[in-house]
């Protein structure tokens, strides 16, 4: 699957290049049959203007669909949600870590009418080191469980909030 590197500054500046890279991804995807169709298969099962179920559905949907494998050391990689679409079409094995399952989310729930924000969140005073999504004021980590409430283990001290 075609990967897109680039060059990054370091520290919170870095995190949000990293987050305006992810949004103009989910942003350019939004509208690719791909993703409408996968969109419109995963909320199938909600009712009419069930924005709740809808960002659940969608949220295990990725959960399901993309396994969560880590950037190599040093490096940070985004997959284009398009072509995540398009893999998951053809049946094909697709990865990824918090930033590329985050991105492929928000490019769906946008494609539905909905206006997610990438979080990136740092735990215990460090640097910000994971990104997950909020829609409609509910917390979407594609890492987790889709249908459990999600305890945090260590509280999200460090904060940076970006829309797409």
Known sequence: MPL???????GTQGVRQTLAKIAALANASMLDPAI????????SGCGKGDKRCQC???LAWVNRKVQYVADPSGV???HDPRLMARAIAENRRVYGDC???????AALLKSIGRS??????GYLHRPLSHVYVVCDGMPLDPTRDAWTVSVRVYPETTVLEWPV
Not at 116 to 121: E, G, K, N, S
């Open 4 to 10: 897109s590197l680039f060059a990054q500054s370091n």
């Open 36 to 43: 409408r169709d996968q969109a419109a298969y995963a909320i």
């Open 56 to 58: 659940a559905a969608i």
């Open 76 to 78: 940070e990689l985004l």
């Open 99 to 105: 930033d590329d399952m985050s991105g492929y989310l």
């Open 116 to 121: 997610p924000i990438l979080r990136a969140v």
